[in-house]
């Protein structure tokens, strides 16, 4: 069992930056493709990024990308999410996510693991 523990999250002005970041609790961490997902009162959980195993690939959906950085050392077992020039449709709680021997995917069902979530509320 992969246990994923979110951090970083908190209250900041738009245009402001935060970096979340994700400890997971096993080396299985190294096998797995790495999600960070988002998701804001009233809507349904949305992708935000993905990164492959190996950290070679990158994906992002169209609302951050150009804003948004993943990232991960695997010798840490952490995966981090650098956002920059937040925006007041940003706010949600943020959700790590692990999905073992995977491509890194935007569809939520393909993660079996997650975190607890994280925060983000960004203010006009």
């Known amino acids: 069992q992969v246990q994923l523990v979110e951090s970083g999250g908190g209250s900041v002005q738009a245009g402001a930056s935060l970096r979340l970041s994700c400890a997971a609790s096993?080396?299985?961490?190294?096998?797995?493709?790495m999600g960070w997902f988002r998701q804001a009162p009233g809507k349904e959980r949305e992708f935000v990024a993905a990164?492959?195993?190996?950290?070679?690939?990158?994906y992002y959906a169209d609302s951050v990308k150009g804003r948004c950085t993943i990232s991960r050392v695997n010798a840490k077992n952490t995966v981090y999410l650098q956002m920059n020039s937040l925006k007041p449709e940003d706010t949600a709680v943020y959700y790590c996510?692990?999905?073992?021997w995977g491509a890194g995917t935007r569809e939520t069902l393909d993660y079996e693991y997650w975190g607890q979530g994280t925060q983000v509320t960004v203010s006009s």
């Open positions: 990164i492959t195993r190996s950290g070679g690939s990158t």
């Open positions: 096993e080396r299985t961490f190294s096998t797995s493709a």
């Open positions: 996510a692990a999905d073992q």
